[in-house]
């Protein structure tokens, strides 16, 4: 009984407070729409209907208000007391704890209040329209009627200016007074908004006029006088050079001229019709096709200077190189009896023979072109150059193979004295087994040297042969001095093997009296010694001690290293 009662209790606070807070909600969502309501009916509206009535009210303006207000009572008689009802019933509702029927009256009157807003803010947008448009109008109009007798003005000052143009700029301007007019007219009727459009028009041919009365004059200049007068001295110009011997037809010069006349020909008709951008389009061209004609003439005249300044210097340089080359052929068969060529580097010179030949019969082409006369100077002038660079080419290559010659003999020189210096080192090698005393050499040791010895006699047979094949020796000298790199490497590991084991026989002689067992693996150790198998030696006296004493060997090596250092 007790546990039913407790649990009834529970429930019962459960549902107070569900209800508690149901409540709460509901009430502060009712708070919320109904300040949304109050501030709709706060809104500016009246304000700016009041000021649409200082405007003239006729015609759009006039139809406009009245929309305006019509929606506005409408808002205000009908959909507003629609909410108050609704938020009525939302309390009532939460007064008879009907939590679910209240929040979807609330989401109602929710939904309801956002088709007011869009109401009135559609109003008060259009309210600003059409205020700020005749506040616009009013400023801009006066703006645009500034420019417009401006423009008359300046139209009437320089006239001249204009040329044949000038009638027709001022029929332009009387269109635009009419449009002007029309503007009147409409701000006059209260078409404040349809007088906003035709002053964005206007301003737009507004601006297309000051462009066209800005650009006229200068580009009546340039049809009318500086380009002409450019054309003409490029065609006597060009007529001159003709007379002076120049080719020309090449060029084409005389109908591009002809065409660029047409073409301020149609630009004249453009500027009389005020058609400044196609004008400005051709202007833009002749002036581009005039540069390129400058271009052109000046290159001929270029190319005339240096090919009668250059030809007959090539010609002398063509000589030089080809005598050099006879020189180079001379110098070649002399090394070639000294020295190994194989059929490339031998080929060089023969090679370089046929190439300035080539170049001699390219260049005797151009000298009987020059001298007919018949050929325009900048082909002229392109055929040079390419004979010119060829020849810079020949004498890299003739500065290149000399110079390979001269280093057949230093080769010949630096393989002689690093014979000798190897010779030196294999002295040195042996002198120093020498001095080691050693009881004696091992057979691969010996194979060794022979070998050495054997590759160093090669190196100098190869170096005292007739020719002398460089290569060869080169080769040769590689190999005999990766031999004797390794006899030294070999030499100081043997004398260190020999001096360690002969060491090592003497510190296991220690142990004879004490452990005389040890005696048969000395001996046989101080045979392999004596044998020169020092390694062998090495290895059968370490086993010999390390069997008598595990420390005998640690104690050996700290002993070797201190006599090492004194």
């Known amino acids: 009984m007790v546990k039913f009662v407790i649990g009834a209790v529970i429930v019962v606070l459960i549902l107070l407070i569900y209800t508690l807070v149901s409540r709460k909600r509901n009430a502060e969502e009712i708070d919320r729409l109904d300040m949304k309501k109050t501030e709709l009916l706060h809104r500016p509206v009246n304000e700016e209907l009041t000021k649409v009535k200082r405007l003239n009210m006729t015609g759009q303006t006039e139809e406009l208000f009245d929309r305006w207000r019509t929606?506005?009572?409408?808002?205000?008689?009908?959909?507003?007391?629609?909410?108050?009802?609704k938020l009525f019933a939302s309390e009532e509702q939460i007064d008879q704890?009907?939590?679910?029927?209240a929040k979807k009256t609330n989401a109602e009157i929710a939904s309801r209040l956002d088709q007011i807003e869009k109401k009135v803010d559609g109003i008060l947008t259009e309210l600003d329209q059409l205020v700020g448009s005749e506040e616009k109008n009013r400023s801009e109009g006066e703006e645009m009627h500034a420019r417009h007798r401006d423009a008359k003005k300046r139209l009437l000052a320089h006239r001249h200016t204009f040329g044949k143009a000038a009638p027709v700029l001022e029929v332009q301007l009387d269109v635009l007074t009419g449009r002007f007019e029309k503007f009147a007219d409409l701000t006059e009727e209260g078409n404040y908004l349809e007088a906003r459009e035709l002053l964005r028009e206007i301003q737009t041919e507004m601006d297309l006029m000051q462009h066209k009365m800005d650009r006229i004059p200068s580009l009546m200049t340039e049809v009318n006088h500086t380009l002409p007068a450019q054309l003409s001295e490029i065609e006597n110009g060009y007529k001159e050079m003709k007379q002076d011997g120049y080719l020309l037809d090449h060029l084409q010069i005389e109908k591009e001229i002809g065409q660029l006349k047409e073409d301020l020909g149609r630009c004249r008709d453009f500027l009389v019709k005020t058609e400044v951008d196609e004008t400005e389009l051709i202007v833009s061209d002749a002036r581009d096709s005039?540069?390129?004609?400058?271009?052109?003439?000046?290159?001929?005249?270029?190319?005339?200077?240096?090919?009668?300044?250059?030809?007959?210097e090539t010609g002398l340089i063509i000589d030089g190189i080809s005598e050099y080359n006879g020189k180079l052929m001379e110098e070649t068969d002399v090394?070639?009896?000294?020295?190994?060529?194989?059929?490339?580097?031998?080929?060089v010179p023969r090679r370089l023979k046929e190439e300035i030949y080539h170049l001699e019969k390219q260049y005797e082409i151009l000298h009987g072109r020059i001298a007919e006369e018949k050929t325009a100077y900048s082909f002229l002038y392109d055929e040079l150059k390419d004979i010119q660079a060829r020849i810079e080419e020949l004498k890299k290559e003739q500065d290149g193979f000399a110079a390979y010659l001269q280093t057949l003999r230093k080769d010949e020189v630096e393989a002689g004295e690093e014979l000798q210096s190897l010779r030196l080192r294999v002295q040195n090698i042996s002198r120093m087994v020498k001095q080691s005393n050693l009881p004696g050499l091992p057979?691969?040791?010996?194979?060794?040297?022979?070998?050495?010895?054997?590759?160093?006699?090669?190196?100098?047979?190869?170096?005292?042969?007739k020719p002398l094949n460089m290569k060869a020796v080169r080769e040769k000298l590689q190999t005999a001095k990766e031999e004797i790199d390794r006899l030294g490497s070999k030499t100081d590991e043997l004398i260190e093997q020999a001096a360690l084991s002969e060491r090592m026989i003497q510190f296991g002689n220690r142990y004879r009296r004490t452990h005389p067992n040890i005696g048969p693996k000395l001996n046989e150790?101080?045979?392999?010694?004596?044998?020169?198998?020092?390694?062998?030696?090495l290895e059968l006296c370490a086993t010999a001690i390390d069997k008598v004493d595990s420390k005998g060997l640690k104690k050996f090596d700290a002993q070797y290293k201190e006599e090492q250092k004194t």
């Not at 150790?525 to 030696?537: Q, T, V, W």
């Open 71 to 85: 929606e506005w009572d409408e808002i205000v008689t009908v959909d507003i007391p629609a909410v108050d009802e």
């Open 97 to 101: 704890f009907r939590f679910g029927k």
């Open 290 to 312: 005039i540069e390129f004609f400058y271009d052109l003439l000046e290159k001929e005249v270029l190319a005339k200077h240096i090919v009668l300044k250059d030809e007959g």
């Open 335 to 347: 090394v070639k009896q000294s020295y190994h060529l194989d059929g490339e580097e031998a080929g």
């Open 443 to 465: 057979d691969y040791y010996r194979d060794m040297s022979e070998e050495a010895s054997l590759h160093l006699n090669e190196t100098n047979a190869y170096l005292n042969e």
């Open 525 to 537: 150790a101080e045979l392999a010694f004596r044998h020169a198998d020092y390694g062998k030696a």
